[in-house]
């Protein structure tokens, strides 16, 4: 028996949806004052877990107690009752309110009357948490950390003890990450508890007290974050040796393949989103692009691709003007795009043979005149899924049936198995497995050594220190600065993402 007090008791608790048993028999135990980390891969069941904890869910079997006493959470207000709070991965705030109105929104407490009174709860929360935080200011106006402060405060005002954060750092910039680190670890000084939700185990063995695993659905093992380390964690989540450590020999830099000059475009808005952006990457190298979601990275690759004009500078592959060049004329220039929402690169009710023949089909010997040797195609096909270890149900099974996984591999067979001098990867492991993540990477790398280009675009900062050879750093549309991933640089590269460091360009790898 433990001496400290069990704030949760989560007992045998099983969710299912339609086909997926989400939760199966978990028990969970949160300590009082402890930082208690939920660790598992994406679809493992934590979000499921928390939300049956929240009210939102109720489970199909099991018992809650909170603080010993059977509780009878119907709904998230039953959960503030009973001093739970929950900060969701996507945060649920009004932009076109302060942060006070906010904060107030939905406890009763309307703002006309004792408005002073009630802003003044929330400066002195804000001080008491080390949470800055400007209360007057609009929701529209904050960066994704601020807002997260605001979603924490709004958690605390409502009187919560018990705080869980789901995957609260997904959005962060290092140094954000730092700050809520911090943040959480004076919480429990003040007596509250925290369930912290992570697929990262670098913020498990940084803040937590104890980790609960979950590997599909199930509970694989609760540690003392002290005693155990990051290899077990991973295998504990896996159910399988991860390999951390890839191999990537130097490859000689080769001859330049993208070159782009002072490049400016605009935002859906009008606004400049890409700002006098200027890189080249070469054959051989992986050009990586760090920065934080939604700062013209995504502008940047269409203007790339040719999907979205440029207003101003130019762009070249291969030596060749490509500026105002149709998305085909660049294929043909030997550029490939693949984007990061998977779905739209494909054609969903087509077979996956057909999809991973998609680009082929002008050429011999799959194109026969007008027709399409379908033997030829399932041929190919079947070559591509074996070298890209490509799970499938069968090559003429509708492509849509393949999970999130295997169609990236699916889709880098497609476009790896052209012609092709330069791959602009977006996002390439969003949403996947670590399984699945391990073996794009291992396919991103292994274009190195036959000297394709590759630029490399993610929100991911592990990813792209992990496999590019240069790193650029982008900032609200400007490049920040180009550097080498490595550890003497990181501190650089997370002031360069915050927007505080810019390098003078002599001074770029
Ligand atoms: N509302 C829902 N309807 C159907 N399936 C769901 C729903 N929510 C989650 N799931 C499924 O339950 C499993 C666990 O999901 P989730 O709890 O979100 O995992 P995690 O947060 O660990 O990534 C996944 O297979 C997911 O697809
Ligand atoms: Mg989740």
Same mark, same amino acid.
């Given at each position: 028996?433990?001496?400290?007090?069990?704030?949760?008791?989560?007992?045998?608790?099983?969710?299912?949806?339609?086909?997926?048993?989400?939760?199966?028999?978990?028990?969970?135990?949160?300590?009082?004052?402890?930082?208690?980390?939920?660790?598992?891969?994406?679809?493992?069941?934590?979000?499921?877990?928390?939300?049956?904890?929240?009210?939102?869910? /109720?489970?199909?079997?099991?018992?809650?107690?909170?603080?010993?006493?059977?509780?009878?959470?119907?709904?998230?207000?039953?959960?503030?009752?009973?001093?739970?709070?929950?900060?969701?991965?996507?945060?649920?705030?009004?932009?076109?309110?302060?942060?006070?109105?906010?904060?107030?929104?939905?406890?009763?407490?309307?703002?006309?009357?004792?408005?002073?009174?009630?802003?003044?709860?929330?400066?002195?929360?804000?001080?008491?948490?080390?949470?800055?935080?400007?209360?007057?200011?609009?929701?529209?106006?904050?960066?994704?950390?601020?807002?997260?402060?605001?979603?924490?405060?709004?958690?605390?005002?409502?009187?919560?003890?018990?705080?869980?954060?789901?995957?609260?750092?997904?959005?962060?910039?290092?140094?954000?990450?730092?700050?809520?680190?911090?943040?959480?670890?004076?919480?429990?000084?003040?007596?509250?508890?925290?369930?912290?939700?992570?697929?990262?185990?670098?913020?498990?063995?940084?803040?937590?007290?104890?980790?609960?695993?979950?590997?599909?659905?199930?509970?694989?093992?609760?540690?003392?974050?002290?005693?155990?380390?990051?290899?077990?964690?991973?295998?504990?989540?896996?159910?399988?040796?991860?390999?951390?450590?890839?191999?990537?020999?130097?490859?000689?830099?080769?001859?330049?393949?993208?070159?782009?000059?002072?490049?400016?475009?605009?935002?859906?808005?009008?606004?400049?989103?890409?700002?006098?952006?200027?890189?080249?990457?070469?054959?051989?190298?992986?050009?990586?692009?760090?920065?934080?979601?939604?700062?013209?990275?995504?502008?940047?690759?269409?203007?790339?691709?040719?999907?979205?004009?440029?207003?101003?500078?130019?762009?070249?592959?291969?030596?060749?003007?490509?500026?105002?060049?149709?998305?085909?004329?660049?294929?043909?220039?030997?550029?490939?795009?693949?984007?990061?929402?998977?779905?739209?690169?494909?054609?969903?009710?087509?077979?996956?043979?057909?999809?991973?023949?998609?680009?082929?089909? /002008?050429?011999?010997?799959?194109?026969?005149?007008?027709?399409?040797?379908?033997?030829?195609?399932?041929?190919?096909?079947?070559?591509?899924?074996?070298?890209?270890?490509?799970?499938?149900?069968?090559?003429?099974?509708?492509?849509?049936?393949?999970?999130?996984?295997?169609?990236?591999?699916?889709?880098?067979?497609?476009?790896?198995?052209?012609?092709?001098?330069?791959?602009?990867?977006?996002?390439?492991?969003?949403?996947?497995?670590?399984?699945?993540?391990?073996?794009?990477?291992?396919?991103?790398?292994?274009?190195?050594?036959?000297?394709?280009?590759?630029?490399?675009?993610?929100?991911?900062?592990?990813?792209?220190?992990?496999?590019?050879? /240069?790193?650029?750093?982008?900032?609200?549309?400007?490049?920040?600065?180009?550097?080498?991933?490595?550890?003497?640089?990181?501190?650089?590269?997370?002031?360069?993402?915050?927007?505080?460091?810019?390098?003078?360009?002599?001074?770029?790898?």
């Amino acid at each position: 028996m433990s001496e400290v007090p069990t704030a949760v008791l989560m007992k045998g608790i099983t969710k299912r949806f339609a086909g997926v048993v989400a939760n199966s028999n978990i028990d969970f135990e949160v300590r009082e004052g402890e930082i208690h980390a939920l660790l598992g891969e994406n679809g493992a069941g934590k979000t499921t877990l928390m939300n049956i904890l929240y009210g939102i869910y /109720r489970p199909d079997e099991g018992e809650i107690y909170i603080y010993g006493k059977k509780a009878h959470i119907h709904s998230p207000k039953d959960a503030i009752a009973l001093g739970i709070g929950m900060v969701h991965q996507q945060f649920r705030l009004v932009q076109t309110h302060t942060v006070v109105e906010n904060i107030v929104l939905g406890t009763g407490n309307g703002l006309r009357f004792e408005e002073e009174e009630v802003r003044q709860k929330i400066v002195d929360l804000a001080q008491r948490y080390s949470l800055a935080i400007n209360p007057d200011a609009r929701i529209w106006q904050l960066s994704a950390g601020e807002q997260q402060r605001v979603e924490i405060l709004k958690a605390l005002y409502r009187g919560a003890k018990i705080l869980i954060l789901d995957e609260p750092t997904s959005m962060l910039t290092p140094l954000e990450i730092k700050e809520l680190l911090q943040t959480l670890r004076r919480m429990t000084e003040e007596g509250n508890t925290i369930i912290f939700i992570t697929h990262k185990l670098d913020e498990v063995t940084a803040v937590s007290h104890r980790v609960t695993i979950l590997r599909q659905g199930k509970v694989t093992a609760v540690l003392e974050t002290a005693k155990t380390n990051k290899v077990q964690l991973a295998n504990l989540m896996v159910g399988r040796e991860v390999l951390f450590r890839l191999e990537k020999p130097s490859v000689e830099r080769g001859s330049e393949v993208l070159r782009v000059e002072g490049l400016e475009a605009l935002s859906d808005k009008g606004l400049i989103a890409v700002n006098n952006v200027s890189f080249t990457v070469h054959r051989g190298e992986i050009l990586g692009i760090a920065g934080v979601a939604g700062n013209g990275q995504r502008e940047l690759l269409e203007v790339i691709a040719g999907l979205r004009p440029a207003t101003r500078g130019k762009i070249f592959i291969n030596g060749v003007e490509a500026t105002r060049s149709s998305i085909r004329e660049r294929i043909n220039m030997g550029m490939s795009y693949v984007p990061g929402e998977r779905m739209t690169a494909l054609v969903p009710n087509m077979s996956i043979a057909e999809n991973m023949i998609l680009k082929s089909y /002008r050429t011999a010997p799959i194109s026969k005149g007008a027709f399409i040797d379908r033997r030829e195609m399932l041929n190919l096909a079947q070559r591509l899924i074996q070298e890209y270890e490509v799970i499938t149900p069968g090559p003429e099974k509708p492509v849509k049936l393949l999970s999130g996984g295997n169609i990236q591999r699916a889709l880098m067979a497609r476009e790896l198995s052209q012609q092709v001098d330069i791959l602009v990867a977006a996002y390439p492991t969003s949403g996947l497995d670590v399984g699945a993540i391990e073996t794009i990477w291992r396919i991103l790398l292994s274009q190195r050594p036959l000297g394709k280009a590759i630029l490399l675009v993610s929100d991911d900062l592990e990813e792209i220190l992990t496999l590019s050879d /240069r790193v650029a750093v982008m900032h609200n549309g400007e490049i920040m600065g180009i550097v080498e991933p490595k550890e003497e640089n990181l501190e650089k590269i997370g002031l360069m993402m915050a927007g505080a460091l810019k390098l003078e360009q002599e001074q770029w790898v």
